[in-house]
C-alpha cells in the first residue's frame, strides 16, 4: 500500500511540475508542454523560457542566425529538434551539449558554411542530422566523431567540392548518407573509411569525372550507390569492387565506354541502371550471377550483329534488359526484347539502313547549342572536340553546366569570351595550342570550379584573366610552357583548392610565389626543373595537404620551406638527386605526414635523427630504387600499411640488425634484400641469419628457451639452417 502510494505521489509531483512551467508567450505548446512550436515567429534568438521537460522542439522559419553555446541546457529531454529556414550562419562550440536524448535534428535550409570539429558534442543518441540546403563547402576532422548513434546524414544541395580522407570517421551506425547535388569531384582514398554499416550513398548530381573505384571499395556493406547526373565518360574493368552492392544507377551521366569487366568484383549486382548516356555498344558483362535487370535506355545503341553476343546473354541468363534500337533504320525504336538474336546482322542492306534520322528544323532557344558541337540537354553539357575549331563558338544554352572544347586551335583565348556562361561549373581547353589568354577572359563564369588547361603552350598569366570567375577550385596547367609560377596570379582565387602544375619548365619557387591560395589542399609541381625553394615559397598555405615535387632538381629536403604547413599529409620528393637526409629534415610536418615518397632519389644516407617525430601517423613509405646500405632506427613507424625498400644494397652485418628485426615485427611486405656480405647476397632481410651477432644469439637462446622439452626416445637431429 506504502509504494502504491508513493508512486501516486511521484507522479502527481512530475505531473505538477510540468503544469507550473509555463509556456513562452510566443510559442504553442501541447497540455502537458511536451511538444512546442514556436514557428515563423520572426525570432532573433531561442526563447530562454522553454518548458524543461520540453521533448520536441519546432523553431524553424525564424531569424536565428547563430545557436549559442550552452543554448539548449536548460532542455535536457529534447528528443526532436527542429531549426530549418532559420538563416543560422554559426553553430558555436557545444552549442547542442546535454541533449543527451535528442534523436532527430534538423538544420535544413540555412546558411552554415563550415561544420566545426565541435559542433555536433553531445548528441551521443542522434539518429538523424539534416543538413540539406546549406552553404557547406568544409567539414572539419572529428565533426561527426560523437555521433555514434547516427543513421541518417543528409548532407544534399550544398558547396562540397572534396571529400578528405575519415571525414565521416565516428559514423560506425550510418545507414544511409545523402551527398547529392553537391559539386563534389575529389574523393579521397579513405573518405569512406570506417563505415561498415552504411547500405546505401546518394552521389548524384555531383561533378565526379572518374569513378572514385579505391575509395568505394572501403563501403563492405553497402547495397545501393546512386552516381547518376555526373559527368563521367567511361568506366574501366573492375572498376566496381564492392561485394554486397546490388543496384548500382549511372544514368544521365556522359558514359561512352564501359567494360564488360566494370562489375566482375561486385557478384551481388541485380540491377544496375546506365540510361540516358552515350554508350554505342555493349558487351556480355562478365560475373553477373545475379543480375536481374539492366536498363539501357537512351543510348545509341546499334541492334546489329555486334550486339548478338549481348543479347544471346541476357537470354540465357533471363535478365531484363530495357533498351530500344537506335539503328538500324528498320529496328529503329524497337526493344531488345522484341528481338531474337538471330534477326540481330551485319549485311547487305539498303543504304538507308543505318542512317540515323536527323532533325531539319533549327532548334529553338530552349535547345540552343553551337553549330559544331553535341548537345544534350537532359545533362547540360556541350562536346565541341575535336571539331577544327579556331574560335570559341557562341550560341551555348545558357544552362550549360560542362563545355568540353579540347583538341582545337583556339591559339587565344579572348577577353569576355564566355559571357552569359553563369552556370559552368566545368571548362575543357585541352590540347588547343593555345599560348595567350587575355584579362578578363573568363568573366561572367561565376559558377565555373573546374577548369582544364593541361597540354597547351601557355608560358605566362595575369591575374586579371580570372576575374569574374571566383568559384574556381582546380585549375590544371600542366604539361605548359611556364619557367616560373608569376606572382600574383593566384590573388583573385580566393577557393583555388588544386593546383597543377607539373611538366612545365618552372625552375624555383621564391619567396611568396603562392600568394592569395590560402584555401590551397593541393600542389602538384612534378616534372618541373626545381632546385631551389626560399623558405618563405608556400607561406599562408595552412591548408596543404598534399604537395608533389617529385621528379625535379632538388639536392635537399626544403625543410625551411615546409614550415608552416603544418597539415601536410602527402609529400613526394621522388626522383630529385638528394643523396643525404639530414637530422629533422621532416620536423615541420612530423604531426601530420601520412605518406612520404622519396624513392628514386640516388639516395646513400638517412641521419639517425632525420625522421625525428614522423612515425605513428605514417601510413606509406617508399624508399625503393636507392643506395642505402642502412636506415636508422624505425621503431616508432608502427602504423605502416605499405613499405618499399626494395633495389638497395642492405649490408647485412650487426649494424643492420635493428632493421632486421623491426622488418620482422611488421606483416607487412617489404622487399628489403642483402647486397653484402657475399653469403647473404640475394636474402631477404628479413630472414637473413645475423649469426654473429650477440643481439641475434640472445634471441635465438631466448626462443629456444620456449621450445618444450620432448623425451629423449623422440628427439630428432637438428635441421642445419
Not at 593566384?490 to 602544375?501: A, G, K, T, V
Request: proline share 5%; net charge positive.
Amino acid at each position: 500500500m506504502k509504494m502504491k502510494f508513493l508512486h501516486y505521489f511521484l507522479v502527481l509531483s512530475f505531473a505538477s511540475t510540468i503544469l507550473s512551467d509555463p509556456c513562452p508567450q510566443v510559442c504553442i505548446c501541447d497540455n502537458i508542454k511536451t511538444f512546442v512550436t514556436c514557428a515563423n515567429k520572426n525570432l532573433t534568438e531561442i526563447p530562454p523560457a522553454i518548458p524543461q521537460y520540453t521533448q520536441k522542439l519546432t523553431l524553424q522559419k525564424n531569424e536565428l542566425k547563430i545557436i549559442p553555446s550552452g543554448v539548449f541546457l536548460a532542455t535536457p529531454y529534447l528528443t526532436h529538434l527542429s531549426l530549418q529556414n532559420c538563416s543560422i550562419e554559426t553553430i558555436e562550440e557545444g552549442a547542442f551539449r546535454n541533449l543527451a536524448r535528442l534523436r532527430y535534428l534538423n538544420l535544413g535550409s540555412n546558411r552554415i558554411s563550415f561544420i566545426q570539429q565541435e559542433s555536433f558534442d553531445g548528441l551521443s543518441s542522434l539518429e538523424q542530422l539534416i543538413l540539406e540546403k546549406n552553404r557547406i563547402e568544409e567539414i572539419k576532422l572529428g565533426a561527426f566523431s560523437q555521433l555514434g548513434s547516427l543513421n541518417l546524414l543528409n548532407l544534399e544541395d550544398n558547396f562540397l567540392v572534396y571529400l578528405p580522407d575519415m571525414v565521416f570517421q565516428g559514423l560506425m551506425q550510418l545507414k544511409l548518407m545523402r551527398l547529392s547535388k553537391n559539386m563534389i569531384s575529389i574523393v579521397s582514398i579513405e573518405a569512406f573509411a570506417g563505415l561498415p554499416n552504411l547500405k546505401r550513398l546518394s552521389l548524384d548530381h555531383n561533378e565526379v569525372q572518374y569513378l572514385p573505384n579505391e575509395a568505394l571499395s572501403r563501403l563492405s556493406g553497402l547495397t545501393r550507390l546512386e552516381l547518376g547526373w555526373n559527368p563521367m565518360t567511361f568506366i574501366l574493368e573492375e572498376a566496381i569492387q564492392m561485394a554486397s552492392l546490388k543496384q548500382i544507377l549511372l544514368n544521365n551521366n556522359a558514359l561512352q565506354d564501359v567494360s564488360f569487366k566494370a562489375f566482375e568484383k561486385s557478384k551481388q549486382l541485380s540491377f544496375i541502371d546506365m540510361s540516358n548516356n552515350q554508350i554505342r555498344s555493349i558487351q556480355p558483362l562478365s560475373g553477373m550471377d545475379q543480375l536481374k535487370r539492366l536498363n539501357l535506355t537512351g543510348n545509341t545503341i546499334i541492334c546489329d550483329c555486334f550486339l548478338k553476343p549481348f543479347k544471346q546473354w541476357a537470354d540465357f541468363f533471363r535478365i531484363k534488359v530495357d533498351l530500344h534500337c537506335f539503328g538500324p533504320s528498320h529496328f529503329l525504336g524497337d526493344h531488345l526484347d522484341s528481338l531474337r538474336a538471330i534477326d540481330l546482322k551485319c549485311g547487305n542492306f539498303p543504304d538507308d539502313v543505318y542512317k540515323i534520322p536527323v532533325a531539319t528544323e533549327k532548334p529553338d532557344t530552349e535547345n540552343a547549342c553551337p553549330q559544331s558541337c553535341d548537345c544534350k540537354t537532359d545533362v547540360k553539357h556541350a562536346i565541341c572536340e575535336n571539331k577544327s575549331l579556331q574560335k570559341i563558338p557562341k550560341g551555348f544554352h545558357v544552362d550549360t553546366t560542362l563545355i568540353d572544347l579540347r583538341r582545337n586551335f583556339f591559339h587565344s583565348i579572348p577577353k569576355g569570351a564566355f559571357l552569359d556562361m553563369k552556370n559552368v561549373a566545368s571548362l575543357h581547353l585541352q590540347n588547343c595550342e593555345i599560348s595567350d589568354i587575355e584579362p578578363e577572359a573568363l568573366m561572367g563564369m561565376k559558377n565555373l570550379v573546374y577548369l582544364y588547361l593541361s597540354h597547351n603552350k601557355i608560358s605566362s598569366l595575369k591575374p586579371e584573366v580570372f576575374q569574374g570567375a571566383p568559384k574556381i577550385g582546380y585549375v590544371f596547367l600542366d604539361h605548359n610552357r611556364f619557367t616560373n609560377i608569376p606572382k600574383e596570379t593566384l590573388r583573385l582565387l580566393p577557393n583555388l583548392f588544386s593546383l597543377h602544375m607539373q611538366h612545365n619548365s618552372i625552375d624555383s619557387l621564391s619567396n611568396n610565389n603562392m600568394a592569395g591560395a590560402q584555401k590551397l589542399h593541393w600542389l602538384y609541381l612534378t616534372g618541373n626543373k626545381i632546385n631551389y625553394i626560399a623558405p618563405t615559397a608556400f607561406r599562408d598555405m595552412k591548408d596543404l595537404e598534399k604537395l608533389h615535387l617529385d621528379d625535379n632538381l632538388l639536392s635537399e629536403v626544403p625543410t625551411q620551406a615546409l614550415k608552416g604547413i603544418n597539415k601536410l599529409i602527402e609529400l613526394r620528393l621522388s626522383k630529385n638527386p638528394i643523396k643525404n637526409i639530414g637530422n629533422g629534415a621532416f620536423v615541420p610536418v612530423s604531426q601530420s605526414m601520412q605518406h612520404l615518397y622519396l624513392n628514386d632519389m640516388r639516395l646513400q644516407q638517412i641521419s639517425s635523427g632525420a625522421f625525428l617525430g614522423l612515425g605513428k601517423k605514417v601510413k606509406s613509405l617508399f624508399l625503393e630504387n636507392n643506395n642505402l646500405q642502412n636506415l636508422p632506427n624505425m621503431k616508432n613507424f608502427n602504423g605502416l600499411e605499405v613499405i618499399n625498400l626494395a633495389n638497395n644494397p642492405f649490408n647485412c652485418n650487426c649494424q643492420l640488425l635493428h632493421l632486421h628485426k623491426w622488418i620482422n615485427s611488421l606483416n607487412l611486405k617489404v622487399g628489403a634484400k642483402c647486397v653484402t656480405p657475399k653469403s647473404l647476397r640475394g636474402h631477404d632481410v628479413r630472414n637473413a641469419k645475423f649469426i654473429s651477432c650477440p643481439g641475434w644469439e640472445s634471441n635465438k637462446n631466448r626462443n629456444k628457451r620456449k621450445i618444450p622439452a620432448i623425451s629423449s626416445s623422440k628427439k630428432k637431429r637438428p635441421r642445419k639452417s
